[in-house]
């Protein structure tokens, strides 16, 4: 079984501050993880993804993630915080494309990210 | 190139009725999942369907049910309607490489 804990529902930062919202996953075949963004009334959109390749994983408007196996996390950061960052941020976990659950992700419960000016 | 489609995008019913939600994976994706999202929670994985077979299931009754046509778009059935059932139904579609493109979802109120 996958799970994923997101530490902080809630995250508020100023304008240009560190983002830094956390992800703690278990898994017990190495997984794929994954980070969406969910802006009010749309669907999720992929920000970035780990599938056992490098370890730290740049994805898109400046956010990055680094795997670290030994504290089974997949923090997601930003350097400067921008008032378009505000949105809801979900960590997911799966198995590896070819398991026959592949298709299944199991997602946190979500972070809500306030940028304020 | 269109992304995933999903419609209706609203919809009401009332209990006990029956509802059919759609959705049009990207062109050349084969995967399509469906996932519950409760206001307030992460999205539930409900369905996968590959090459139009059952891959995987949620923990959800028998009253959810789905299908993967032959041009791998797809069909979420719910019935028997219950007030529970008010949700975001998002579909996704995947590809070789991992990971999914969600569509824009499906706004489900049930009264």
């Known amino acids: 079984a996958q799970s994923v804990t997101q530490l902080g529902s809630h995250v508020s930062v100023s304008e240009g501050a560190l983002v830094l919202l956390r992800c703690n996953y278990s898994?017990?075949?190495?997984?794929?993880l994954f980070w969406y963004v969910q802006y009010p009334n749309q669907g999720l959109q992929l920000l970035l993804k780990?599938?056992?390749?490098?370890?730290l994983v740049k994805g898109i408007n400046g956010f990055e993630a680094e795997f670290k196996k030994s504290e089974t996390s997949f923090h997601l950061t930003k350097p400067s915080a921008h008032m378009s960052d505000a949105a809801e941020y979900f960590c997911?976990?799966?198995?590896?494309?070819?398991?026959?659950?592949?298709?299944?992700?199991?997602f946190g419960d979500g972070t809500t990210l306030t940028v304020k000016p | 190139d269109a992304g995933v489609t999903q419609s209706p995008t609203h919809l009401i019913k009332t209990r006990g009725q029956h509802v059919t939600l759609r959705c049009s994976p990207i062109?050349?994706?084969?995967?399509v999942s469906w996932y519950q999202q409760v206001l307030g929670q992460g999205p539930q994985f409900i369905f996968q369907?590959?090459?139009?077979?059952?891959?995987g299931r949620g923990n959800f009754p028998d009253r959810f049910s789905a299908r993967q046509f032959p041009n791998y778009s797809s069909e979420l059935n719910v019935n028997a309607l219950l007030l529970g059932d008010s949700a975001l139904y998002l579909c996704?579609?995947?590809?070789?490489?991992?990971?999914?493109?969600f569509g824009s979802g499906t706004r489900l109120t049930v009264v």
């Open positions: 780990y599938t056992s390749a490098a370890t």
């Open positions: 996704a579609s995947s590809g070789s490489s991992g990971g999914y493109t």
């Open positions: 898994s017990s075949v190495p997984p794929y």
């Open positions: 369907y590959y090459e139009k077979e059952e891959r």
């Open positions: 997911a976990v799966s198995l590896p494309q070819g398991d026959t659950n592949a298709g299944k992700s199991t």
């Open positions: 062109s050349g994706h084969k995967s």
